[in-house]
């Protein structure tokens, strides 16, 4: 079993900037692909990020490409979502996943956080 928590959400005015970070729980974390989705009211859960166990390869949406990073530290088994120049449309709450295989597909993850909320406005 994977625990995940997630941290670091907040209200923020445009432009603005926030860092989420996803603690997790087990022995395991080097061997899983993390995963950051988002999910807004009335709409389907999103990708947003991802990153190897490595953490050589990431991967992005097209509406965060540029503007986030994620990253990993595997010593403190955390995984860190950097978002900058934000907009209104990123207003979610952001989840955090775990994955032994990877890719887009939310359903591809088997162990979710709780979710953070994060409000983009003035």
């Known amino acids: 079993q994977v625990q995940l928590v997630e941290s670091g959400g907040g209200l923020v005015q445009p432009g603005g900037s926030l860092r989420l970070s996803c603690a997790a729980s087990?022995?395991?974390?080097?061997?899983?692909?993390m995963g950051w989705f988002r999910q807004a009211p009335g709409k389907e859960r999103q990708f947003v990020a991802a990153i190897s166990g490595s953490g050589g390869t990431t991967y992005y949406a097209d509406s965060t490409k540029g503007r986030f990073t994620i990253s990993r530290d595997n010593a403190k088994n955390t995984v860190y979502l950097q978002m900058n120049s934000l907009e209104p449309e990123d207003t979610a709450v952001y989840y955090c996943a775990a994955s032994y295989y990877g890719g887009h597909a939310a359903s591809n993850y088997d162990y979710w956080g709780q979710g953070t909320q994060v409000t983009v406005s003035s």
């Open positions: 087990g022995r395991t974390f080097s061997s899983l692909v």
